[in-house]
């Protein structure tokens, strides 16, 4: 087996527009069939992307012979019990973010991938794919910043479809899981571990019921780390570092944006922009994941950091209706 035959639950937006693509550019894998509730919806979507198959049901999907990994961006109430249906019929798994609405949700495919460890099971944070987040790494690695002290993120855009599975109570929606969870995965991923308690503010939409504005510190003893994300503010994304010896603000930090990525490092006042070509960072995830697969290796983002950051979004939960700091 030279390529990954990829099977696709459901029509969602963020496959078409994202993953098929980066799956027909890719030398690893292919497209191999597709399935929605909707059989008539997943026969039009299988004829406007070039997919092979339609399959009658999300079984019939993780049942086929002709597949071997499934890409799951179904909402995220559904990501943990396809994910296990599909790591139980054999298949490896690529599952949209957050893995699951809280830690004790994701228990049953943090078993089901315990018990099968042939098979691959990665949460889909495209963003760690990046290569200016690979320089980001090496720039910490090689003692640039010092030790850092501070980490702020912000992850904004703009949304009041009523019919938008984000603003679904029962489907997990809100801020904080749709993209407060980049912020928190990119802190852990800057300090390089775990916050030792949290604080959190958010504000619940009282149309939606979920969180709309969060605004959130992190403490990782030494350093902090500050958010505020929003689906109903305009479009913004940036992460800035703060260390001892140096700072950086990364412009587009977890989407591209069809442009060259910047990272602008400041050290002793002097401006150096750091300038990476666009990168499909999507691309990217997909050549890694299938290149793992197909050579036996381990996940490239270990199950263990999505529980991590999953135990971090838990505690700002707490935090943000306590109001109060929240250990980990």
């Not at 071997?68 to 798994?93: C, F, M, R, T």
Request: glycine share 6%; with cysteine; aromatic share 8%.
């Amino acid at each position: 087996m030279n390529k990954i035959r990829w099977g696709i639950l459901s029509t969602a937006n963020i496959a078409a527009e994202r993953l098929i693509p980066a799956i027909k550019k890719s030398p690893y894998a292919e497209l191999a069939a597709v399935a929605s509730r909707d059989h008539s919806k997943a026969q039009a979507f299988a004829q406007r992307h070039g997919i092979p198959k339609v399959e009658a049901s999300y079984e019939a999907l993780l049942q086929s012979p002709d597949v071997d990994a499934i890409y799951n961006p179904l909402p995220n109430h559904l990501h943990v019990p396809l994910s296990v249906q599909a790591v139980e019929a054999g298949k490896h798994v690529l599952c949209e973010k957050p893995l699951g609405l809280d830690a004790g949700d994701i228990a049953p495919l943090l078993n089901a991938a315990d018990k099968n460890p042939a098979l691959l099971v990665m949460e889909a944070f495209m963003y760690r794919f990046h290569p200016q987040w690979i320089k980001i790494r090496e720039l910490i690695g090689e003692g640039v910043f010092g030790e850092i002290q501070a980490v702020q993120a912000s992850f904004t855009y703009f949304n009041r479809d009523p019919a938008n599975v984000r603003h679904q109570q029962n489907m997990g929606g809100g801020a904080l899981l749709d993209i407060g969870c980049y912020c928190v995965s990119a802190s852990r991923f800057i300090f390089g571990r775990e916050p030792r308690s949290v604080a959190a503010h958010w504000d619940i939409d009282p149309d939606f019921k979920v969180d709309r504005h969060m605004g959130a510190t992190l403490d990782f003893a030494p350093g902090t780390a500050t958010f505020y994300v929003s689906t109903q503010s305009d479009s913004s994304q940036s992460v800035k570092i703060f260390g001892e010896k140096a700072s950086a603000l990364i412009e587009n930090p977890f989407y591209s944006r069809g442009v060259p990525a910047r990272i602008i490092l400041r050290r002793d006042s002097d401006d150096e922009i750091i300038e990476i070509p666009d990168s499909d960072h999507y691309l990217d995830q997909i050549n890694a994941f299938c290149r793992a697969a197909l050579n036996g290796e381990a996940v490239p983002t270990p199950l263990a950091d999505a529980l991590a950051n999953m135990k971090t979004l838990d505690a700002l939960q707490k935090a943000a209706g306590s109001r109060r700091w929240e250990s980990l």
